[in-house]
């Protein structure tokens, strides 16, 4: 295990895979395909597992790493798929008490060219949704058979899995529009069809290419902005503003750095999975840039500064024609970020990426110490 | 300027000072002592800048580096604290329409050993409240006269302060009782006191010493909370948990790694300004370790796992006749974190430093854009 594998970002997983594909590694990924009573993890959390021990991202609260290390290696030998299940309620086999009382089951498989499309959707900035057999009394139909599909529907292009047997078109044809579902929402689910050999139990886990985050300004306090963005995984461009040098030593933990004139943020990449953060710092900046956000697909776009100076950018903006919809100032968040009372840059800094993350989840940031029911919303699991 | 200022925590603002009381640098200290309008920090916000520019920390939004910068060396220069306004309404100044609306007074100084005291206080776990005159009709006190009280009134020993005027016991005494209450609540307050030559007025800085962050556990996932606590300038110890190895390697951003049984916790320095963390993942360690965390005055005591698990806790305890009280209720914050709807690893531990960070400052991290009035309850800022 990587002394911080647990600091691995699902981002960094799927580079993981996408590099294991490139040099041919025997990489295992290891994914929980459903959980019963308390788990560490939702279904869809996945862990990267070489030959050799080395782990990327986590799937338990480290209790599992030797048993997953064993089926891992077993599944590297024989080039096989398997579904494990690890049952976390019995004390005495996992020792001392341990706080899952749940049993997960975990699809452990070999990285192989099926996991290629996976790579390719999420560099077009698709969803796709990756389904696996995991029970099956069709003995054409093995446990790891697959078939990847993309959220418009269009199935890939299965021709390119030579290293897995394909679904056949009848099975792909009952689930295309469950897999379209949960690529859109990224979620996971299991599917039962029946074939005329038998009845097979797939699950369908929708992936979604990462999260962007477009900052426009240059001045010193985007620094720790895109410090702990980088850090939990985000894509961050940061767009300098008028006059600003685009230079990637500027922000060394960004992905790209670009000088672009601030009513023109064509090639900032922003789209329905991009949040967009404007602190120029500079009102008629400001004003370009939020003009230029309004025009995009972006879900949210936050604005540093007190909400008198939005009113002001927001009255300036009518003046020009420019009317706020209701969907504009619901994804409009100023003042940004939530509310951690800290006026400290780096802590300004944590709550705006914390914002971020809770509004890309649909969620407003809340102490959950406060709120009645089970933290997730997916399937049955009710820890954390 | 480092090209990361803006990353340094409050805490490495105080290191800095440190160091140069401790090698005799010459290095100014830049406090906010007032703002009119809107700002980008609060009043006791301070940078450190050195003769040679670089600076530590960030007072504006980076549209005052230059100016302060001359200011610092002149006072440098002189050795003589002085008082700046700088007014940023005036957009042809500072140019491009910059949107701190705001008048901004602040008080630069040299780092000399008035500044030992505050160094102490915080080494002791102390709070204290830096007086300091800015405006004096009294020749016998100038600008830079300076008391340090602390929290628990007993005024620092003056006699080690060489380097500067000492305030007059007369003045203290009429400003005491305000000094230890800025001390207690961290805040910063503006008295006018008439001495028999005039009127002076004084800023009271209440200063408290770090937060700090107690983790009791030891598996992966306690890495990503270290890092991104440490980030943010918490003080960490991390004590692992029953067998666990305490080697620094281990948790190389923490300041402190222990073992220890989990039912003594008393060489992890838990005092009022500490949360404490526990997420050993092993049932019996985590009831041990919320016994004696509860034992402590932690005002924040997070306990990672479903809220159910929980429960099984608290009757354990109730059958050892341990009973929790309101007070214990309102510390113990289970599940723990801020509802940012993910269950990566290092997105949890986001959500936790970032509920550790709200309830520290009396915050429930809702997001600010739901929120009337202004975001600080502080004097009159009303901007991030």
Redesign the interface.
């Known amino acids: ?1 990587a ?8 981002s960094e997983v799927y580079q993981q895979i996408e590099q294991a594909l490139a040099a041919n590694s025997q990489f295992a990924v290891a994914t929980i395909v459903d959980v019963e009573g ?1 788990a ?3 279904p869809g ?1 996945k862990m990267v597992i070489e030959s050799d021990g080395t782990s990327h ?2 799937i338990t ?3 599992l790493h030797d048993p997953l290390q064993k089926d891992a290696n077993a599944v590297l030998e024989s080039g096989s798929s398997t579904i494990v299940t690890y049952d976390l309620t019995n ?1 005495d086999t996992w020792g ?6 749940g049993v997960i089951d975990v699809l452990i498989e070999p990285v192989d060219d099926s996991w290629q499309q996976v790579v390719d959707a999420r560099a077009n900035r698709e969803a796709c949704s990756l389904v696996t057999a995991i029970e099956s009394d069709d003995p054409s139909i093995p446990v790891g058979a697959r078939a990847v599909i993309n959220e418009r529907g269009s199935r890939a292009n299965d021709r390119r899995i030579r290293e897995r047997t394909p679904l056949p078109n009848s099975v792909i044809a009952d689930i295309e529009a469950d897999a379209r579902t949960c690529a859109t929402e990224g979620s996971t689910d299991r599917i039962s069809v029946s074939t005329e050999a038998g009845e097979i139990v797939l699950v369908v886990d929708g992936i979604e290419p990462s999260q962007r985050l477009v900052v426009f300004g240059s ?6 902005v895109v ?2 963005a980088a ?3 985000l894509e961050v461009t940061v767009v300098t503003a ?1 006059g600003g040098r685009a230079d990637d030593e ?1 922000f060394p933990t960004a992905d790209r750095v670009l000088a672009a004139h601030p009513s023109n943020l064509s090639d900032a990449g922003i789209d329905g999975r991009t949040s967009v953060l404007i602190m120029s ?6 004003r370009l840039a939020l003009e230029a956000a309004l025009d995009t697909e972006a879900p949210y776009i936050g604005l ?3 909400r ?2 939005f009113e002001q950018l927001q009255s300036d903006l009518e003046e020009e024609g420019v009317e706020l919809s209701k969907r504009d100032h619901e994804r ?20 705006v ?3 971020i ?15 009645a029911g ?3 919303d997916r399937q049955s699991v ?3």
């Open positions: 295990m002394a911080d594998s647990w600091s691995t970002t699902t308390t560490y993890r939702r959390a991202g986590g609260a480290g209790c004390d001392l008490g341990l706080g899952c009382n001045q010193p306090d985007v620094h720790p410090r702990f850090r939990v995984g008028r500027m710092h500079n009102f008629v900046d400001d540093m500064g007190p008198k100076r409009i968040a100023t003042p940004v970020g939530l509310d951690l009372g800290s006026d400290a840059p780096v802590e300004i800094a944590l709550s990426v914390s914002e993350i809770a509004v890309s989840n649909g969620r407003d940031g809340r102490r959950l110490v406060g709120q089970p933290i997730h009710t820890s954390q």
